[in-house]
Structure formats: C-alpha cells, structure tokens
C-alpha cells in the first residue's frame, strides 16, 4: 500500500510540473500574441493618417506623382501583411517610403507651414515611436517565450507540445550601414 502511495505521489508531483510548465509556456505565447497585436495596432494607427497625408500633399505636390505612389503601395504591403516577417518587410518599405515623401516635403515651403500637414506629420512622428516601442515590447516577449522553451526544464517538454523558437522583428540589413551625409 505505501508503495502504490509513494507512486501515486510521484505520479502526481510529475503531472503537476508538467501542468505548470505547460501553463508557464502557454501564457508567454500568448504573451507574445497580445505584444504582436500591439505592433499591429500601431501600425494600423499609423496606416490610417497615410491618406489624410497623401491627400494633403497632393495639393502642393503635383510633380510628385512617384513619390505618393510608394507611400500608399507601401501602406497597402502594410495593410496586407499576414505573418510578423512579412509585417517588418512591409513596415520597413512604409517607413522609407514615408522618409522619401518627408524629404520632398522640403521642397514645397506652403506645405511645410500648411497646419494639417504639420498635425499628420507629428502624429505620423508618434506613432513611428509607438510603433518602435510596440516592437521593443514584442521582442522582450519572444525572449521571455524562447527562454521559457529553451532552459530546463521547459525544454523537456516544449517539443513535446509543439512549442518551437520565434524570431524577433530585426533590423533591415541596409540599417546597419553607416548613412552618408552631404551639404
């Protein structure tokens, strides 16, 4: 009898860690999950003022068709991205897009002082740190999560439940290089 007893407490000492380890990983996956739905968020956010600033500067830049045109492409890459890899790619294309139409912005002195242009470029400018905050806050996520599967004892038993390694948003290759500068 006392040896049925002692194997029904291992027994059941074993269930209970597995059961917590199963719920510590589940709850950083969906962790990861919500800080994704962030970036999403901010990047919706962001996507919705593109055509109240396309619109805007339609106005003041009729010789500018090129530009405008990669912006809203950009923001259509953007609006349909369906995993995290093609959601950074499009974003980043967004972003230099974006960069591209700020910096023709300069040639057009009206359109800087116009006061909408102005509004949508300041929130542009906040939701691009949002958006940056967002991914911080996913990547923190992803490293929470892969450490959770990848140290003991997670890793005994997160192949086991289908658990698996995830990415971070990372930078563009083209980030990395030093930027020219000329006057």
């Given at each position: 009898m006392r040896i049925l007893g002692v194997i029904l407490g291992v027994l059941l000492l074993v269930?209970?860690?597995f059961v917590g380890i199963y719920n510590s990983l589940k709850t950083a996956r969906i962790d990861?999950?919500?800080?994704?739905?962030?970036?999403?968020?901010?990047?919706?956010?962001?996507?919705?003022?593109?055509?109240?600033?396309?619109?805007?500067?339609?106005?003041?830049?009729?010789?500018?068709?090129?530009t405008l045109k990669e912006v809203t492409e950009a923001r259509t890459r953007v609006m349909g991205a369906g995993s995290p890899e093609e959601m950074a790619a499009a974003n980043d294309q967004l972003s230099g897009a974006l960069g591209r139409l700020i910096a023709v912005a300069e040639n057009y002195p009206q359109l800087?002082?116009?006061?909408?242009?102005?509004?949508?470029?300041r929130e542009i400018a906040g939701s691009e740190n949002r958006i940056a905050v967002a991914r911080r806050d996913y990547n923190d996520a992803i490293k929470r999560y892969n450490v959770k599967i990848e140290t003991f004892p997670g890793n005994m038993f997160a192949g086991m439940m289908g658990y698996t390694p995830m990415k971070q948003f990372a930078a563009e290759e083209a980030a990395h290089a030093v930027p020219q500068v000329k006057f």
């Amino acid at each position: 009898m006392r040896i049925l007893g002692v194997i029904l407490g291992v027994l059941l000492l074993v269930a209970g860690c597995f059961v917590g380890i199963y719920n510590s990983l589940k709850t950083a996956r969906i962790d990861v999950d919500a800080q994704y739905g962030q970036v999403e968020n901010q990047i919706q956010r962001r996507a919705d003022l593109i055509p109240n600033l396309v619109n805007t500067v339609k106005g003041y830049m009729q010789y500018e068709e090129k530009t405008l045109k990669e912006v809203t492409e950009a923001r259509t890459r953007v609006m349909g991205a369906g995993s995290p890899e093609e959601m950074a790619a499009a974003n980043d294309q967004l972003s230099g897009a974006l960069g591209r139409l700020i910096a023709v912005a300069e040639n057009y002195p009206q359109l800087k002082s116009d006061a909408h242009f102005t509004e949508l470029m300041r929130e542009i400018a906040g939701s691009e740190n949002r958006i940056a905050v967002a991914r911080r806050d996913y990547n923190d996520a992803i490293k929470r999560y892969n450490v959770k599967i990848e140290t003991f004892p997670g890793n005994m038993f997160a192949g086991m439940m289908g658990y698996t390694p995830m990415k971070q948003f990372a930078a563009e290759e083209a980030a990395h290089a030093v930027p020219q500068v000329k006057f």
